[in-house]
């Protein structure tokens, strides 16, 4: 069993910046690939980024160049870094967790999730 506690949401002007983290426990995050999505109101929950249990990652194109996600195994976080930030990103956004290789990008591949934590955006 793993859980996962998203932080770092909140509100912020367009093209501002905030850093997500995910942490978590229960047993060896190393062995974990972790992804971030998120859900907008009235639209479906989609993947914003995925990372690998050696550090190799993915993004969605609507994030590319903007947002970064980062792992530390020792502090057994993942982190999500966004920049540049649009109204468009405003979502729950969610950390996820499943056991083996790869950056899966569907939601179904991964077994654990967070409570997710509220963006908003302003123009």
């Known amino acids: 069993q793993v859980q996962l506690v998203e932080s770092g949401g909140g509100l912020v002007q367009a093209g501002g910046s905030l850093r997500l983290s995910c942490a978590a426990s229960g047993r060896t995050f190393s062995s974990y690939a972790m992804g971030w999505f998120r859900q907008a109101p009235g639209k479906e929950r989609e993947i914003v980024a995925a990372i690998s249990r050696t550090g190799g990652s993915t993004y969605a194109d609507s994030v590319k160049g903007r947002f970064t996600i980062s792992r530390d195994n020792a502090q057994n976080t993942v982190y999500l870094q966004m920049n540049s930030l649009k109204p468009e990103d405003t979502a729950v956004y969610y950390c996820?967790?499943?056991?083996?290789?790869?950056?899966?990008?569907?939601?179904?591949?991964?077994?654990?999730w967070g409570q997710g934590t509220q963006v908003t955006v302003s123009s």
């Open positions: 996820a967790a499943v056991e083996g290789p790869g950056r899966p990008t569907r939601q179904t591949s991964y077994d654990y």
